[in-house]
């Protein structure tokens, strides 16, 4: 099967039943993100960027969880950085990135464009682009990752996930479609991530660049721009990642966070878990030093005393040491006054991240860690080497992804919080998904 065959093709019940779960969890799972940081400095000033340099066109789309009318490439720009500056959302081992930050807030602002112009996407459709956008995305990304020597971020794959899930909704031609493949490809955000790990900032995985350059380069090819072809689709080198579409699943390979801190981090929150449900009692003030040994992309993140929510989420020792002082990382562990909580800090400070060989050399395929604790009276507490909860082999149960959900959107409020919620869980008989999801399209309350 084609590409094209595929994107023209496919429906959303062509896919396992477990796929389409993982589908289901993964749209419930950033749109909760996106709720977590919708007032976020980050969320507000791409709000603002829209608003002024992307005054609504023929494609206009309302801005998530805020509710004016943009251009639908403004809206594409704001909601990938929204949903990236909360780093919770899924991911994927293979390209060492993810798809739905980039995929879902593109699909959403297409979707609510054509249904300003009269076209209604009923949730079964809304479905069926999102799952062909994740799929698509994914393995363009393992191809880019298997071609170059650089790690680039999820932008510089993810904006071709777009247009496979634009082409459907649009209804694109072959000939258009393989333009706009070249033109998102050719102009992708191939950004060097490393840098954004050593040194974070807004820019973060360049989920905003990628939505952007997806809806771009569909509106680009629609309007008779040439562009192809996609090397990481069409060249013979890449041929073994596109051969088996619509047999095999990427999608199935992905992974959902329970924290919203970098992947990186989160073997090494796991361990700290087990280990205190093992002991009980192990708590901050009894630990006199804690050591992270893990991979080296990991041990790169070090972040003991971050200065803003970006460092706070590309950090592992701030992190940790919330889980261990609060109990808890959501939201409010990793932005506002917790970043400068001085009993956060102070066992921060009492963290040494160190790369380990064994470790490093099962990286990209097992992301882990271990710890060794020593604590005030001398006793040493050595965790197994770890891996993150919420992977295919230690999944998170849908109890939890919407646990999780409910502490992101608490901003919403509960009645509300639980209307999205059961909305997405219902998307598929939804005889218009726009209408379904209004709540996603409206203003979040700010406080007094």
């Known amino acids: 099967m084609s590409l094209f065959e595929f994107i023209r093709d496919f429906d959303f019940l062509d896919a396992p039943q477990n796929t389409r779960a993982i589908v289901q969890n993964s749209l419930l799972d950033i749109i909760g993100v996106m709720a977590g940081a919708a007032s976020n400095d980050t969320t507000v000033a791409m709000r603002r960027f829209a608003e002024r340099h992307y005054p609504a066109g023929l494609y206009s789309s309302r801005l998530i969880f805020a509710g004016q009318r943009v251009n639908a490439l403004g809206a594409a720009w704001a909601g990938g950085f929204s949903a990236d500056s909360l780093d919770a959302h899924e991911g994927h081992f293979k390209s060492k990135g993810h798809a739905g930050a980039t995929v879902v807030p593109a699909v959403l602002a297409l979707a609510d464009a054509l249904q300003h112009q009269g076209q209604s996407v009923s949730g079964h459709e809304l479905l069926t682009a999102v799952c062909i956008g994740y799929e698509t995305a994914l393995r363009a990304g393992s191809a880019l990752m298997a071609t170059s020597p650089t790690y680039h971020a999820s932008g510089g794959f993810s904006a071709l996930g777009v247009v496979c899930a634009g082409a459907r909704l649009l209804g694109l031609d072959e000939s258009t479609f393989r333009h706009a493949l070249g033109i998102a490809e050719y102009f992708s955000a191939r950004c060097p991530m490393m840098r954004v790990v050593q040194a974070p900032t807004m820019l973060r995985d360049a989920h905003g660049a990628g939505a952007f350059t997806g809806v771009n380069a569909l509106f680009m090819a629609m309007e008779g721009i040439t562009g192809a072809p996609a090397e990481t689709v069409e ?29 990186w981090a989160q073997p090494a929150l796991t361990a700290m878990l087990e280990l205190q449900r093992q002991h009980p009692l192990l708590a901050a003030d009894s630990i006199e030093t804690i050591r992270v040994e893990t991979f080296y992309e990991s ?11 970006d460092q706070a989420q590309y ?40 790369e380990a060989a064994d470790i490093s050399a099962r990286f990209p395929e097992e992301i882990l860690s271990r710890l060794s604790i020593t604590l005030k009276n001398g006793e040493v507490l050595v965790s197994p080497i770890t891996a993150a909860r919420g992977d295919p082999h230690t999944a998170l149960s849908v109890e939890e992804l919407e646990q999780k959900f409910d502490l992101f959107a608490r901003s919403l409020g509960p009645e509300r919080s639980d209307a999205v919620k059961a909305a997405i869980s219902n998307i598929a008989q939804a005889d218009c998904a726009i209408t379904a999801l209004q709540a996603v399209f409206q203003a979040v309350p700010t406080s007094p």
């Open 235 to 263: 060249d013979i080198t890449v041929s073994e990642h596109w051969h088996d579409l619509g047999e095999r699943w990427e999608i199935d390979s992905q992974y959902f966070k329970p924290w919203p801190v970098c992947r």
């Open 299 to 309: 041990m790169c993140l070090q972040g003991h005393s971050p200065k803003d929510a």
């Open 315 to 354: 950090a592992l020792a701030f992190p940790l040491a919330a889980l261990i002082v609060r109990g808890k990382v959501g939201p409010d562990e990793v932005t506002g006054a917790a970043i400068t909580a001085p009993d956060i800090l102070a066992l921060s400070a009492r963290i040494e991240i160190v």
